[in-house]
């Protein structure tokens, strides 16, 4: 497969090449794992400059927020706001702090690690496939520590490595390999060692259209509706998960993944302790926390 992609690119125009490469059309392509949004996209021209420390971390700039809030005050809050109520909710389910090896899975520009609680001699991660980001983070957000992944279930870490993985808002976006990419979680969690994952479901669905003011969330509500027409996931009694498109990152439409919260405790429970779920503890969006266990499954 791979001789014959290149054969194809060698062949073709510049201009043919970049339509074959583009981002976008990579992204879209169900069939291509191991994507990531580059650095340079597609321009091969970009400095990385050396990370320094600051007394007081940067703000990204406003185009590596996500919509997390409209003014750095609001950006930085939410993050805030998102890592106290995790701390508490783990708290909640027997979680010791401190933890001295955390995983922000899907980081974007570190909006929530760079607010986890650090003990000394601690060793914290982000990861995410949007390059640009992780490269922003790595040279403003030292101490703390980032790589670029891809799409393929894989992470650069050894086995049993992490006290907690925690990622916001990121299965509500992973409609093809959300099953590996759990497994993948639990093979760096230590044993004992926690996932805290977020999830849309029905409930958020009906929050989201409760919460809609002035057409803020069209770009949502819109396509879910008609999806709901179609469907009719949204009463389902059968409902395990689904997902339609609606907005665009990069260029590319996203996947929105709306999953039944028992079916998903009874599925990823097979593979890891299901401790609980944890409404509304991310806006609309609810945290289902698991623990790796102690010991291998018979």
């Known amino acids: 497969m791979v001789n014959w992609m290149m054969g194809r690119l060698l062949h073709m125009a510049p201009a043919q090449v970049q339509r074959f490469v583009a981002p976008e059309r990579l992204l879209r392509n169900r069939y291509l794992a191991s994507k990531q949004l580059p650095l340079g996209a597609l321009e091969g021209r970009f400095v990385v400059e050396r990370s320094t420390s600051h007394e007081d971390d940067p703000v990204p700039p406003s185009d590596l927020w996500e919509g997390y809030g409209k003014t750095a005050d609001e950006y930085l809050s939410s993050g805030r706001e998102h890592v106290a109520q995790m701390m508490q909710n783990l708290a909640a389910h027997g ?103 977020t999830v849309i479901d029905p409930d958020s669905v009906r929050q989201f259209q409760a919460d809609a003011v002035n057409g803020e969330l069209d770009w949502w509500i819109n396509p879910m509706t008609e999806f709901d027409h179609e469907t009719g996931f949204l009463n389902s009694q059968r409902l395990g998960m689904c997902s339609f498109e609606a907005g665009s990152w990069g260029g590319f439409p996203v996947p929105q993944v709306v999953y039944d919260l028992g079916y998903l405790q009874e599925k990823w429970g097979r593979w890891a302790e299901p401790l609980g779920v944890c409404r509304f503890a991310y806006g609309a969006q609810h945290a289902v926390i698991f623990r790796k266990h102690q010991r291998p499954i018979a």
């Open 95 to 197: 979680v010791t702090m401190p933890l001295r090896r955390v995983l922000e899975f899907g980081c974007a520009a570190g909006r929530m690690l760079r607010f986890v609680p650090r003990p000394p001699d601690s060793d914290f991660w982000g990861v995410d496939i949007k390059a640009s980001t992780i490269a922003w983070c790595q040279q403003h957000l030292a101490p703390l520590q980032f790589a670029t992944t891809t799409t393929y279930p894989h992470l650069p870490f050894e086995d049993n490595y992490f006290d907690l993985v925690f990622a916001g808002s990121v299965f509500t976006h992973i409609a093809d390999l959300p099953d590996a990419w759990f497994l993948e979680l639990r093979r760096v969690l230590r044993p004992g060692g926690y996932a805290y994952l």
